[in-house]
């Protein structure tokens, strides 16, 4: 758990409280309820972005494609569910191809969600085609939801690489641009590496039929998981 102190804090609180109101009419409770004055502007250039149920592009997927598009260097993905939609497969593929250095954690053997990981796993060998490297967390549930740029941007939130934290969920995003920032997540991505299992194009290829017929019945379904 990381803790988050600097003037966008404040962003932070209005998501909170924009959930909150829907729930409980109490705003405001003065007995308990603090709003301490927070640091001033440091150096790191920090944004905060919201996700909510849409039609068309939220603001989470405008975020992926945009860091996506962006990247010139590498770009390196930790989520939990991995369900790229069209459009977020396409920036993948294409970020790939044009010579940049794609690199994507995901839970193993120990995915809380197998239905979802089937959905996802369907995208996999024209990710790798196109040079995706993907990996497998062998020792334990993983959860984290970070994302690398070029050494230089950050995106840490809530949001997965799934149509639901894309376009039916509530989500809440924070960028920053510090390399020192990158830097220790680029560290932890590689500890973590340590400890999985790459996904290998042809071994990949020679998977059971079963899990290929469970891969397409699953797919269909991915624009709802």
């Known amino acids: 758990m990381a803790r988050h102190r600097s003037s966008c804090t404040a962003e932070v609180r209005t998501a909170f409280?924009?959930?909150?109101?829907?729930t409980d009419e109490t705003l405001f409770d003065a007995t308990v309820d603090r709003f301490p004055d927070q640091p001033q502007p440091g150096s790191t250039v920090i944004q905060i972005v919201r996700g909510s149920s849409e039609v068309g592009w939220s603001d989470i997927s405008t975020l992926f494609l945009a860091?996506?598009?962006?990247?010139?260097?590498?770009?390196?993905?930790?989520?939990a569910y991995f369900v790229p939609d069209a459009r977020l497969h396409e920036r993948l593929a294409d970020a790939a191809e044009r010579g940049v250095r794609v690199e994507v954690l995901l839970p193993g053997p120990h995915a809380d969600k197998r239905f979802v990981q089937l959905a996802g796993e369907s995208s996999y060998a024209r990710l790798m085609e196109c040079g995706v490297r993907l990996w497998n967390f062998q020792q334990s549930m993983l959860h984290a939801k970070i994302m690398?740029?070029?050494?230089?941007?950050?995106?840490?939130g809530s949001a997965n690489f799934n149509s639901r934290s894309t376009k039916l969920d509530e989500e809440?995003?924070?960028?920053?641009?510090?390399?020192?920032?990158?830097?220790?997540?680029?560290?932890?991505?590689?500890?973590?590496?340590?400890?999985?299992?790459?996904?290998?194009?042809?071994?990949?290829?020679?998977?059971?039929?079963?899990?290929?017929?469970?891969?397409?019945?699953?797919?269909?379904?991915?624009?709802?998981?």
């Open 17 to 22: 409280l924009d959930n909150w109101i829907e």
């Open 67 to 79: 860091l996506l598009e962006l990247a010139q260097e590498r770009i390196r993905i930790t989520t």
């Open 148 to 156: 690398t740029i070029d050494g230089v941007a950050a995106n840490v």
């Open 172 to 225: 809440i995003n924070l960028v920053a641009f510090d390399p020192e920032l990158v830097r220790v997540l680029d560290a932890h991505f590689e500890e973590d590496l340590e400890r999985s299992e790459e996904i290998v194009a042809g071994r990949w290829g020679r998977r059971p039929l079963p899990q290929r017929a469970y891969e397409r019945a699953a797919r269909l379904f991915r624009h709802e998981i």
